[in-house]
C-alpha cells in the first residue's frame, strides 16, 4: 500500500500562483509515472499533468499547458505542479495518483494505482 500525502493548496486571486506537492509514503518502484488530476463540483475527474519518474518525462491537458509545470525532486521523492496565471476555472480538487504499471503516461484515472485525499484550489475572480 501507498500513501500519497498532498499540500499547497489554498485560496488565491486570478492571475496568481500556487505550487502543490505530493509525497509518496514510500518509494518501491522501479518506474512509475506520477499524474495530477482535478475535481470541480458537479464535474467528472480530469487528468491535469503527469511525469515519468524515471526520465522526467512530462505531458499536460490542453487547458494548463503554458501555465502548469509539473516536476519531481529524486531526493526529496516529491513531485510538484506549479501553477501560475490561475483563472477561476482550474477551481477544483486536485489530487496526485500514481501508476505504478511503468513509464508511460496515460490520462484516464482508472490507469492510476493510488490516490491522494486532494487538496482544494480556489480562485477567485
Known amino acids: 500500500q501507498v500513501q500519497l500525502v498532498e499540500s499547497g493548496g489554498g485560496l488565491v486571486q486570478a492571475g496568481g500562483s500556487l505550487r502543490l506537492s505530493c509525497v509518496p509514503s514510500?518509494?518501491?518502484?522501479?518506474?512509475?509515472?506520477m499524474g495530477w488530476f482535478r475535481q470541480a463540483p458537479g464535474k467528472e475527474r480530469e487528468f491535469v499533468a503527469a511525469?515519468?519518474?524515471?526520465?522526467?518525462?512530462?505531458y499536460y491537458a490542453d487547458s494548463v499547458k503554458g501555465r502548469f509545470t509539473i516536476s519531481r525532486d529524486n531526493a526529496k521523492n516529491t513531485v510538484y505542479l506549479q501553477m501560475n496565471s490561475l483563472k477561476p476555472e482550474d477551481t477544483a480538487v486536485y489530487y496526485c495518483?500514481?501508476?505504478?504499471?511503468?513509464?508511460?503516461?496515460?490520462?484516464?484515472?482508472?490507469?492510476?494505482?493510488?490516490w491522494g485525499q486532494g487538496t482544494q484550489v480556489t480562485v477567485s475572480s
Open positions: 514510500r518509494r518501491t518502484f522501479s518506474s512509475y509515472v
Open positions: 495518483a500514481v501508476d505504478t504499471g511503468g513509464t508511460y503516461i496515460y490520462t484516464r484515472s482508472y490507469k492510476y494505482d493510488y
Open positions: 511525469i515519468t519518474w524515471s526520465a522526467g518525462s512530462t
